[in-house]
């Protein structure tokens, strides 16, 4: 089955500064790639998400990117601020599974004033 | 929010005890979904449905079953209650037609 590893698990950087968090996968087979945000006491929530025929997507200051060949696609938020401190998760999945999610451990992001 | 409710909210049973979780949806969707989420494991999936009667098993679905008997209703069900079972259980919808999953608001649930 997948294996999904995320990277780093805490993450702190200046506000305004960018960060980058990391995700590799192991099932050559998935083909859709989602990013959640997860505040305190909250549920997840769906931030973005790219697909296998996608390098790259933008929304806004956030972005993901995907390199199917080494198998990792990663989250990048720019110009961040307090309100982006949260725990984010990536996932896989392959259209064979039911859309079957399979999650990383998640980053904890805090966002310094 | 996907019209997607969870009840209890919160639980605390003791070990031993049978509890049934429920995910309620408002709107007909085919697929639903049950994880636990546990400090250092993200969220991991116990099982799944795609369509009344219709369920699978996840990655940690030993201890539990799952029954839907209605398409807006996906039931979770710890027969016999262990702490190891003391989590936060979110139940998750798949829009019919694109991979996108939206959450419910969780059950925090504690096992005594």
């Known amino acids: 089955g997948e294996n999904v590893e995320q990277h780093p698990s805490t993450l702190s950087v200046q506000e305004g500064d960018s960060a980058v968090i990391k995700c590799t996968y192991s099932?050559?087979?998935?083909?859709?790639f989602p990013w959640y945000k997860q505040e305190l006491g909250k549920r997840p929530q769906l931030i973005i998400d790219i697909r296998s025929n996608v390098g790259e997507k933008k929304d806004q200051r956030i972005a993901v990117t995907l390199n199917k060949t080494a198998k990792h696609f990663s989250l990048h938020i720019t110009e961040t601020q307090p309100e982006d401190s949260a725990v984010y998760f990536c996932a896989a999945t392959n259209s064979g599974s039911a859309r079957q999610l399979t999650f990383g451990s998640g980053t904890q992001l805090t966002v310094l004033p | 929010d996907a019209g997607i409710t969870q009840s209890p909210r919160h639980k605390v049973t003791e070990t031993g005890t049978p509890v049934t979780l429920r995910c309620h949806q408002t709107?007909?969707?085919?697929?639903m979904y049950w994880y636990r989420q546990d400090p250092g494991h993200g969220l991991r999936l116990i099982h799944y449905s795609y369509g009344v009667k219709d369920t699978d098993k996840g990655e940690v679905s030993d201890g539990y079953s799952v029954s839907r008997s209605k398409t807006e209703d996906f039931l979770l069900t710890l027969e016999s209650a262990t702490s190891s079972q003391t989590s936060v259980y979110f139940c998750?919808?798949?829009?019919?037609?694109?991979?996108?999953?939206?959450f419910g608001p969780g059950t925090r649930l504690t096992v005594t």
């Open positions: 099932d050559s087979a998935s083909n859709y």
């Open positions: 998750a919808i798949s829009v019919d037609g694109i991979y996108e999953q939206y």
């Open positions: 709107e007909n969707h085919r697929y």
